[in-house]
């Protein structure tokens, strides 16, 4: 196996098509692969659509239908708790109705306690999705989601959505052509292997 210079294996989470119903996932990915999806054409005309409609239900349930997700927390199958395969080294913070979305994820960025490793805008455009690295312990989800809200908090940021300490928590993926990726897996993140020309990405 080829020497990454850090454990792709500890970092690896569940991929899954849309729609949300979905339970069982189509592969393992890790961080780079989920950038180059975000960043890349595979979402942009979906978010688009979903970013127009003005009806909350039929938002609602576009979204449900036609956007792929993941588990940044780690493998899953069946997406349960129950379902836990593997843990990873991940977690994923939502922070929801942002009246301004730059500026926060300047402020995580500058986080001293918590790494970031991915950061991307939420679908609805008013929101911030935030993977940092997290010690994987034999502790609970919850508890670690519980001790990154009290790190949070004293930093003086808001406070995330508390679903987020749901350890199968789908993340929904939009596009964000702007999104953070961390700068080790800068070699990865920006290969071109992927690219329309050559096919789609195996999602």
Known sequence: MADYGFDIEQGSFSFFRAPISSNSPLRAVWIPEIYR???GHYAKKRT????????KE?????KAN???FCTFSGLFCPRTEEGLIQRSSLMCLEFDNIDDVPALKHKLLENEFLETELMFTSLSGKGVKWVVSVAN???EF???FKAVMIALKRSGLPSPNQDGSDVA????LGYDPNAFINEKYSFYAYENVFSPRNGEVPF
């Open 169 to 172: 928590r789908a993340c929904f």
């Open 137 to 139: 312990e034999s502790f």
């Open 58 to 62: 039929e938002a609602r349930q576009y």
């Open 66 to 68: 036609n956007f792929a």
């Open 142 to 144: 919850s508890r670690v």
């Open 48 to 55: 688009e659509v979903l970013r127009a409609t003005s009806d």
């Open 37 to 39: 999806y975000v960043v």
